[in-house]
């Protein structure tokens, strides 16, 4: 007999948009989504993904128990002897050899007590994760120029624009609900300008002009544009002369730049690049929408410095519906960078050093915590001989998948904690099931900084435990029972206000209400921030400082063994590495499949049809998929996306930024593609 | 008997001052609980107490249906959709059910296509000349009202204003017209609509005539509604009057107001459409549907769309997996095999995240269609739709060919 139906408010778990669903539950089951139409972010309207976002959770894939490997094979075992086993490599390992990859997926409250564990117990500040190969560029460019990495204004004030600039993003495929706000933007007669190599469906659909740019040369296009707007003294002067430093220095260098060569690096006429820039310098309100397509490149600080230029040589900073906004891939991709479960942060960004390890130690209450920068992700998956992944799929997600498989493959320790064995999982010598999002209570922080609450729907499968749990439960067992201790995730979340200041305002309590608070949120009157910057910025002397930043071409470039460039992205069916849309019928039904896109009279001169089987080989490895023939690619460039693990892009892609970044060029490498 | 009315109110204090106006339908609830004639009641509540965020609610603890009292403008609930989506259509499940005509139209489609069993379900509507959306609401009432929206306890629309309540009492008022024109207001599909008094239900219960009092006029549509009052009544829960002439006349007069306001909408909405060459038309649509990312809102919403295996899915191999956007056959295939019974809810274009004004072009077919059979949906259950039944004279009609059975 039906007992009950319940209606559980939560936020979707792929993209960082942070739409709100219902989730309705029937006796202890989720039966189905409802829109939740009184959310801020999205108004009811949600993509297939969040429209299919309970399905995944309820596959009889799950990890259910702790899973142990014996001879190549695995076997079923207890959180007891799993731990044990952990806690014994652990204890000990060399300093050095131990370190932990994290995910965005993770609640706020699962990463702040991660990141406690790997300080506090193991010792290290060895911890990163997949937004390493995002977002790892835009901290250090955007903390240069204007003080603080994090998107400036809110996804609901975008539709102010009167001018957005989309550099890169295939915004309708992999933000469908901020195209709703562009799309609401241009009902209100703003002009949308899109770059992307591509003819994809945001060109097609929202552009008003689109720069279908040579690959990778974006950098020469934004200091055009910069070179057109001080040609036509379209600059905001008051703005610059009050708010910013550095600007007679990048006149200076913009002024010797050669427009003929930019139109021929950038393959753009300099009549569509003057046009953008006086589209974009003359609006009241222009708003710079990028992601990976700016990001993914070991140019990328320098092509997030433009950006960054761009907006405060126009005054477009500190007004709703304006500023250079990086958009987060994952749901709670900017929690974590607030949490700090990287290497170079504590919670709250505060740098790893001397100063605020001491801080540290005084709110946990322990003594000799690291004080040193630790490593990154690609050098803990090559250099540490005990690895502790959660949530994340390297065999996917990291660049030169063939490297990243012998490294695996030679651990001493290989610890997977997941919700479905993934790629990565499957090499792993013990398996950890999590709870997914829907599973637990939390905090996840999405793209414009809105704090918004997860609420546990159903409970986890088996012995799956939420990630908070199992290291509150290994931290125990490895003897720090006191700093440990967290009875639920509100108690979590208390602690994670005292130290990450711009959480200090927001509670449970205040977070009922739908949309959440946008931190900075200093106190609890505080209504939280919708638009950052409004009157300084957050650098030292309150300025803007403008960066000179040169193009440069990318690492590796076409030659005569391996001629077109290689690119890859998303599609709007599938996220990321494909772990839990692969898994969702309504979803992986529709693309089952990967594909290459490539340009018809390429394909013709390789007699390839639409359809075909092919083979492409870059310096590092071979995949095979299916020819997708099409005029909406540029000669000379591939595309593939990369949900499909039997086609995988990364098996091509390879070199990497140095430091800081160390952001792999996901975007830009050289292949050769052959029919099979 | 069916046409009966009333004025009535609950014989409950609290619930009286609680209530819409007098607590009519609260006590109806209530009562239907308490004498086990229903398992459960399905109503809309609000969710934390929080006005622009409605929910559907099963309640089955009669001193719990009171917080569920009170009109909610702010939320257009799926209450038909969510009635067959998880409550299995109350095929084993007896329910009294209160909600909007549109509601009550796509519930009565639904179980003429056997998806909701009608015997065991007490359909109580309500009167309505719309709803905003809430986060629409919400920014009309900071914007148009400069008040708080968390102070605001009522809402109500009466001619031509859309007034609110505050919590000490006071009531502002804005012109409807006015803040329809700024894009407040009405979500676009209740602008149109003309189905006011919810006579397709047992009870039709709403304050017009009412002049303020706290009391509902019901009036009685169908033998269930007519045994289900008169238990009410005589138990003492519900204590009713006649509406003396003066009150059915005021009711006829707001109707009217309503349906002409309604009309000139759909006018407004349908007039320049209707006026386009055939070619205009495909290209004013396509340039819509050239937006659309297969999301599969409208059709997951429509409370008409339950089939088991969608036929445009890709498993039915007729329009292509993974395309965006779609085949124009998908928005077109949904729009064949729904026009003829469009209820004019909205929840399809609410639930487009691409803004594609989808409830306009399916109601607009669906006006098209109604005059052309003479056939208006959701309001006989017996009354089925004209493209599943063939005719005697159409069956003579020379070039159609009926295959099948004999």
Redesign the interface.
Known sequence: M????E?I?TICPYCGCGCGI?L?V?NGNI??M???????V???????KG?NAHTFSTSDQRLKTPLIKKNGVFEETSWKAAFGLIAEKLQNAEPDAVGFINSAKCSNEDLYVIQKFIRVVQKTNNMDNASRFCHSPTVPALISTVGSGVMTTSTTSIEQADCIFVVGPNL??TY??I??RV??AK?KEARVIVVDPRNT?TA??IADIHLQIYPATDLALINGMMRVIMDRGLEDKEFIEKRTQGFDELKNYVMTLDLKEIEKITNISLDVISEAARIYATAKRACILFNSGIAQHAAGIENIKGLADLALLTGNYGKPGTGVNPLRGHANGEGFGDMGPLPVFYPGFQAVNEETARCFEEIWGVKNLPSQPGMTYMDMVEKCKLLYVVGANPMLAAPDTNRVKKALEEKDLLVVQDIFMTETAEMADIVLPAATAMEKDGTITCLDRRVQRIHKAVQAPGDAKPDWVIFCELAKIMGFEQQFSFYGPEQIFEEIRKCVPQYRGITYERL???GGIQWPCPTEEHPGTEVMFVEKFPTPDGLGHFQIAEYKPPLEVPDDTYPYIFTNGR???HFHTGTMTRRTK?LN????NGFAEINREDARELSIEDGNPVLLKSRRGEIKTVARVTDDIRPGLIFMPWHFSECAPNVLTGPTAGPPSRMPEFKFCAVSIEKV | MKGDLYLAWSCDDKIRKMGESGGAVTALLKFALEMRLVDAVVAVKKRNGNRYDGVLSLITDPDEVVESAGALHFAPVNVAKEIHKYLDGAKDLKIAVTCKPCDCRAIIELAKRGQINMANVILIGLNCTGTVSPVVAEKMIKDEYHVNPEDVVGEELDNGKLIITLADGVRIQRDLEELEKKRYGRRENCRRCSFNIPRMADLACGKWGTKGRKVTFIEVCSTKGSEFMAKAIETGDLVVETPDEETLKERERKEKQAMELAQRWEKRDFHGLKGLSYETRLQYWMAYFNRCIKCFGCRDVCPLCYCQECYLEPSREFVQGGQTPPHLMFPLVRLAHVADSCVNCGQCQDACPMEIPLTRLYHMLNRELSSMFGYVPGLDIGDYPPLTIVTPEELHIEQVNVIGKS
């Open positions: 039906l007992k009950s139906i209606h408010p219902y309705v029937k039966a189905g409802e829109p939740w139409k009184d959310h801020p999205c108004e009811g309207k949600n993509c297939q429209r309708q495929e469908p609900i195209t709703r799309i609401r009902g469906l097609k659909n009922k209400s739908p599609v709007v069916f309504g039904n529709e693309l089952p």
